[in-house]
């Protein structure tokens, strides 16, 4: 089973920068899609943006596309979500996932990790 641990969450301004890691037990095969998730107080799961992991091809949801760049880096079998530009409304649980079928829903994906948390002061 490969249990993602997700890091690098925090408090930031507005504008302002975080990276966020996904660094799993097991290791992540090219086969895979790595996806970000986001959870925020009262609010469903939202897809934030995924990676194929044998070519890098990167997708990403409506809400932060040219803000947030999701990579990798597979010697170390981890993923990042840089996240720039934020916005309060940006305040969430982060937690990243894996399948192997591109999708843009949580319920296909599996594996999930406990989650870090993003905050954005205005």
């Known amino acids: 089973q490969v249990q993602p641990v997700e890091s690098g969450g925090g408090l930031a301004q507005a504008g302002g920068s975080l990276r966020l890691s996904c660094a799993p037990s097991?290791?992540?095969?090219?086969?895979?899609?790595m996806g970000w998730f986001r959870q925020a107080p009262g609010k469903e799961r939202e897809f934030v943006g995924c990676?194929?992991?044998?070519?890098?091809?990167?997708y990403y949801a409506d809400s932060v596309k040219g803000r947030f760049s999701i990579s990798k880096d597979g010697a170390k079998n981890t993923m990042y979500l840089q996240m720039n530009s934020l916005k309060p409304e940006d305040t969430a649980i982060y937690y990243c996932?894996?399948?192997?079928?591109?999708?843009?829903?949580?319920?296909?994906?599996?594996?999930w990790g406990q989650g870090t948390q993003v905050t954005v002061s205005s």
């Open positions: 996932a894996r399948t192997n079928s591109l999708s843009y829903s949580g319920a296909d994906y599996r594996d």
């Open positions: 097991g290791r992540i095969f090219s086969s895979h899609i």
């Open positions: 990676i194929r992991w044998g070519v890098g091809r990167t």
